[in-house]
């Protein structure tokens, strides 16, 4: 059996007016009208042999996750609620601890749940090929043939002359530098980690056992005293607080010399910014991208979304312009990523 565990505790400043710490990206209907955590659910429907998901978010979000999953039919939920973010390495190691002792001997598929993936059958058809690796020990990572020096990613390169479906990893680096990033890219012996992983739980554990015993030890002491309110299964606060925050990328992935890599031909997308959303979808003759109600003239290439008024752009190129209620964004579209020194501003304004 393949157990889903969906990561949902990230808050995704980088789609600010949009994306906010009460109603983070992955909560949002930014591609048609399901969310991005909603479309990762539905997509797992079309494993063969996969059970009911779990989803580890943050305490704030229960009511929104909830009722997001209660929308697309999920009736058996299973919701582990952290009282702050510890990052990814914990948040997985909590669901590991879990489906050790409830469904001993099922694989765990960890998903981030901000991605867009467009191609359901190339990711299914990763998933299974990844199987029977993740069943005899080793880390199956999910790579995707990379096509610019993204420096959000992290990076993985098989061993050299390795063939076949599963290559072992060789090397792993965590969002390098631009400079090596470029190097990777052209030297064609690297792939981006999609940030989705199978393994059996016991593994993952062991090997944080390796590299970071104060995370674990944590993780068993929170679920320890953890306490079962409705569906939600709440962490202990006070033991949650002592666990280090890091992802799972630098705590086990950089480290371990057990993992495989699997490639992954599915349109994959991480979704963490603007830009990205212009580029996952399909735009108007002038290449703009209009949601709500929007008025152009002479604007191109352009990402243009209104939630509350009617916006009117006038001759203009590259550009995204973000309405709400309460706060507007118009950024130059190759520096959205910036905008998060802009909800850095306002977190020291509170
Ligand atoms: N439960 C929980 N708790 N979830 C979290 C937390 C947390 O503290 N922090 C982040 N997440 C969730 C996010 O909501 C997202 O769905 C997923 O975990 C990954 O976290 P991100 O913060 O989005 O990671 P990233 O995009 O910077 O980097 C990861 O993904 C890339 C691909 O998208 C890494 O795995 C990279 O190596 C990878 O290339
Ligand atoms: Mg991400």
Known sequence: MIMPVILSGGSGTRLWPLSRAMYPKQLLPLFGEKTML?????????????????????????????????????????IILEPFGRNTAPAAAIAALVIAATHPGALMLLLPADHVILDRQGFVASIESARSAAESGSLVTFGIVPSTPETRYGYIRAVAGSTGVTRPVAEFVEKPSLERAEGYVVSGDYFWNSGMF???????????EASSPEILDACRKSLENARRDLDFLRLDPEAFAACPANSIDYAVMEKTSNAVVVPMQAGWRDVGAWSALWEAQERDAEGNI??????????????????SRLVAAVGLEEHVIVETADAVLVASKERVQEVKAIVEQLKLQK
């Open 198 to 208: 199978l393994f059996r739980p016991e593994i993952y554990l062991a090997e944080l």
């Open 38 to 78: 909603q479309d990762t659910v539905l997509r797992v429907g079309s494993i063969e042999g996969v059970g009911p998901v779990i989803c580890v978010c943050n305490d704030e979000h229960r009511f929104l996750v909830a009722e997001q999953l209660r929308q697309i039919g999920v009736a058996e939920q299973a």
């Open 290 to 307: 209009k949601r709500g109600d929007v008025l152009t003239h002479g604007v191109r290439n352009s990402y243009i979304h209104a939630t």
